[in-house]
C-alpha cells in the first residue's frame, strides 16, 4: 500500500503484486518489479525509507478482495520504480471500517508461507494484527536479505512461526532487532501498533523511523539504494557499490597492451593454429577446485582443452559444453546471509554459480552489455546486472583476478564483437 493520507478512496493498479495500491492522484502505474538482489539499503535510514509507507497504509488499510495476501517485500516498491508506464486497471476501495464483514478478522487466506501470522495457523483466522506481523517479517527481510522463518518446506516453516524459532544474524542493525521484537510477538495483542497498544502511533514514533517526516512522507523522493554488502568480521569492512561511477569508467575504459592481444581465438591473437600443441601452458591451477585459462589459444587448441574439461573436470556438467575460462569457490552473499557455490565463467559468455555439496545448478548471472564487476576489497566483489547486484567474496582473496578476467572476456564479447549476440 502506498503511503498517503487518502481516507476514502485508493486506486489499486494492475501489477504483478496485485495488492500495490497508489494514490488516485497519480497517473501513472508500475512496471514490473525486478526480483532478485537484496533490498537492504546502505544505513539504517535508507533502510527504513523502504519499509515506512506501510505503517500509515496499514494504519488506513481499505476494504481488501475477496483473498487477501498476506504482505511482502515485493509488495512494497516505490519512488522511481513505480513512476513509468501508466494504468491498465483501477479499482476504487472503500475503507476497512466500512465493512463489518472484515472489521475484525478474514477467513481466507491466500500469500507466502514465510509470512504467515502463529494466529492464522492455530486459530485459522487473522486479524488486522496480523498485518504488523507481516511487516516484522519485511522488515527482517529488508535488513538480513532472507525471511526470519526459513526451512525445507511449509510444514517446517510453520511449526518454527507456531514456536517463535528464528534468530539474527550478525551485523543486524540494533533499533531494527527492537522493532521485529516487538512485532514478532505470538499474542497479536501485544505486537507494537495494535489497538491493545494504543495504536499505530507508538509504532511511528519508534526509534528505527526517526528519521522518516510522516507528515509529507507522500511527496518525499526515496533515498537512493546503493549495493551494499556489510562486514562479517574485524578484518572485513562494510562494502558500498557506486554503480553510476562504475558505468562512466567502464565506458572509458581502454584495452591495456597486456590484454589486448587476448582473444578466444587464434585469428585474433595472430597465433598460428598448431594441432597438438601443448594446452597445458594455457591452464593456471590455484587447487583442486579453481583454475584460470589464458585466452590465446587457437581453434584447435581450444578443442582440445574442452575434450580435456570434459573428461576431467566435475564441473564440466554444468556448463552446457562450453569451455571454462576461470572457476573457483565464492561466497554468495544474499544480505546477512551466504552460501558456498562454485563459480564458473565460461565462454559464450556465461557465468555459473553450482552448490558444491549437492552439485546442482543453482543458478547463472545473466550476461549483457550492461553487466559490471566491482572489486571492493581483496575478497569482496560485485558483479552489477541491470535488475540485480550479485554479492560474492573469494575466500583465496583474489577478488581482483575474478574482475580482471570479467572484465577480459567482456572486452572480446562487446569490443571486438560488438554486433554478436550472446551464445
Not at 133 to 151: D, E, H, K, N, S
Request: with cysteine; charged share 25%.
Amino acid at each position: 500500500y502506498d503511503a498517503v493520507p487518502i481516507q476514502s478512496s485508493v486506486v489499486l493498479c494492475s501489477c504483478p503484486s496485485p495488492s500495490m495500491v497508489r494514490p488516485q492522484t497519480e497517473s501513472s502505474a508500475a512496471p514490473g518489479v525486478p526480483s532478485g538482489g537484496s533490498r537492504q539499503g546502505p544505513t539504517m535510514d535508507s533502510t527504513a525509507a523502504e519499509p515506512r509507507p506501510s505503517a500509515p497504509s496499514l494504519q488506513h488499510t481499505t476494504q481488501p478482495p475477496p483473498q487477501p495476501r498476506k504482505k511482502r517485500p515485493e509488495d512494497f516498491k516505490f519512488g522511481k520504480i513505480l513512476g513509468e508506464g501508466s494504468f491498465s486497471t483501477v479499482v476504487l476501495a472503500r475503507e476497512l471500517a466500512t465493512s463489518r464483514e472484515y472489521a475484525t478478522r478474514a477467513n481466507s487466506f491466500v500469500g507466502t508461507a514465510q509470512y504467515v501470522s502463529p494466529e492464522l495457523l492455530t486459530e485459522k483466522s487473522a486479524c488486522k494484527s496480523s498485518d504488523l506481523w507481516a511487516l516484522g517479517c519485511i522488515i527482517y527481510q529488508l535488513v538480513a536479505g532472507l525471511p526470519p522463518f526459513r526451512a525445507g518446506n511449509e510444514y517446517l516453516i510453520f511449526q518454527k512461526i507456531i514456536k517463535l524459532e528464528y534468530d539474527f544474524p550478525e551485523k543486524f542493525f540494533p533499533k531494527a532487532r527492537d522493532l521485529v521484537e516487538k512485532l514478532l510477538v505470538l499474542d497479536a495483542t501485544k505486537r507494537l501498533g495494535c489497538e491493545e497498544m494504543e495504536g499505530y502511533s507508538p509504532l511511528k514514533a519508534h526509534p528505527f523511523f526517526e528519521s522518516i517526516t510522516w507528515e509529507n512522507l507522500h511527496h518525499q523522493t526515496p533515498p537512493k539504494l546503493t549495493a551494499y554488502l556489510p562486514a562479517m568480521s574485524e578484518d572485513d569492512e562494510d562494502c558500498y557499490g557506486n554503480y553510476d561511477n562504475l558505468l562512466s569508467q567502464f565506458g572509458c575504459m581502454q584495452v591495456s597492451s597486456s590484454s589486448s592481444s587476448h582473444s578466444l581465438s587464434a585469428s585474433d591473437a595472430g597465433l598460428p593454429q598448431r594441432a597438438g600443441s601443448n594446452i597445458e601452458q594455457y591452464i593456471h591451477d590455484l587447487d583442486t577446485n579453481s583454475f584460470e585459462l589464458d585466452l590465446q589459444f587457437s581453434e584447435d587448441e581450444k578443442r582440445l582443452l574442452l575434450e580435456k574439461q570434459a573428461s576431467g573436470n566435475p564441473w564440466h556438467q554444468f556448463v552446457e559444453n562450453n569451455l571454462i575460462l576461470k572457476m573457483g569457490p565464492v561466497d554468495k552473499r544474499k544480505g546477512l546471509f551466504a552460501r558456498r557455490r562454485q563459480l564458473l565463467l565460461t565462454e559464450g559468455p556465461h557465468l555459473y554459480y553450482v552448490d558444491p555439496v549437492n552439485k546442482v545448478l543453482k543458478g547463472e548471472i545473466p550476461w549483457s552489455q550492461e553487466l559490471r564487476p566491482e572489486a571492493k576489497n581483496f575478497k569482496t566483489f560485485f558483479v552489477h546486472t541491470p535488475n540485480r547486484t550479485y554479492y560474492l567474496m573469494d575466500p583465496s582473496g583474489n577478488a581482483h583476478k575474478w574482475c580482471k578476467k570479467i572484465q577480459e572476456v567482456w572486452r572480446h564479447r562487446y569490443q571486438s564483437h560488438p554486433d554478436a549476440a550472446v551464445q
